[in-house]
């Protein structure tokens, strides 16, 4: 048989695709459903957010939403771009100090010998399977212990343990040739030269991944606010957002400035997803360098 003029991913459309695009484009309409959703319901009056029957798509969109929701906050003492500024602080340093140390570790346990390496990563493999939760009482102590309860530390060392981070990061760095790392070390390059000159260039979609599940472990954060933190000023805009429905008094009113929330939690992780997609397709996909 003759495969020659079979095109099994051609660059351009071809139509052996046609059958591919009737399956997979009404499944990326049905999964875009809850994006759509939480648009709409950012932009709906409130006549709409209580019709009945329930309307999916907006029929007079509105920006009063957003506009209770800021009034709330300079009413409750506190401008909502404090909180929004303690988050951008902790994301931007639980996103460095996690992939920095997640980098370090496995580069470590990868590449070098030392006793216990495998029990050390035998410990990050079961920590796999513990929820943020089931830690909270541990965690807490250790923050009194070290003093740094009531400040935004609070808010990062917690995030910064990233066992699915170390996971992935190693997985990359084992498949880089120990043959390349000892033709460095020959050329007199230091641990920290090949560090950062030879691996972390080769294990790239692995830094974006776990750059964006840092980002968002920490973005939506609310454990930290409640568990470790007493200070307003120091609390972070998820948990400000997670309060409104309490806090306004007025469940009509508080369901549109709900929604305006969701929207706003939500579109930095989806705009964020969009720009690295590709890197993290391809470490979800690849073990290593190809």
Do not use: C
């Not at 120990?178 to 030269?193: F, H």
Request: hydrophobic letters at 55%.
């Amino acid at each position: 048989m003759a495969f020659h003029n079979v095109s099994f991913n051609p660059r351009k459309f071809h139509k052996s695709q046609i059958k591919f695009h009737l399956y997979l484009i009404p499944i990326s309409l049905f999964m875009m459903l809850p994006i759509l959703f939480i648009l709409n319901n950012a932009f709906k009056p409130f006549t709409e957010l209580f019709a009945y029957p329930p309307k999916f798509f907006v029929r007079k969109p509105t920006l009063e939403n957003f506009r209770m929701l800021f009034n709330f906050s300079v009413e409750s003492g506190i401008p909502m771009t404090r909180f929004l500024f303690n988050s951008i602080v902790v994301a931007l340093l639980v996103v460095f100090l996690s992939v920095l140390f997640s980098l370090m570790t496995a580069f470590a346990i990868s590449k070098f010998s030392f006793k216990g390496k495998e029990k050390i990563f035998k410990i990050n493999t079961m920590a796999l399977m513990f929820v943020p939760i089931a830690v909270a009482i541990p965690r807490f102590l250790i923050i009194v212990k070290l003093g740094i309860f009531n400040t935004l530390w609070a808010h990062v060392l917690p995030l910064l343990a990233m066992p699915i981070g170390l996971f992935l990061v190693k997985q990359f760095i084992d498949q880089v040739p120990n043959e390349l790392i000892e033709a460095a070390r020959v050329d007199g390059a230091s641990n920290w030269y090949i560090f950062f000159k030879v691996i972390v260039p080769l294990v790239k979609p692995a830094i974006v991944t776990v750059a964006f599940l840092a980002f968002q472990s920490s973005w939506g954060n609310i454990q930290s606010s409640t568990n470790f933190v007493d200070l307003e000023t120091l609390k972070t805009l998820p948990f400000y957002l997670n309060t409104l429905v309490d806090g306004s008094g007025n469940i009509v009113a508080s369901a549109g400035m709900n929604a305006a929330a969701q929207l706003l939690m939500f579109l930095p992780n989806f705009v964020l997803f969009i720009l690295l997609q590709s890197r993290i397709m391809e470490s979800m996909t690849h073990s290593g360098i190809k």
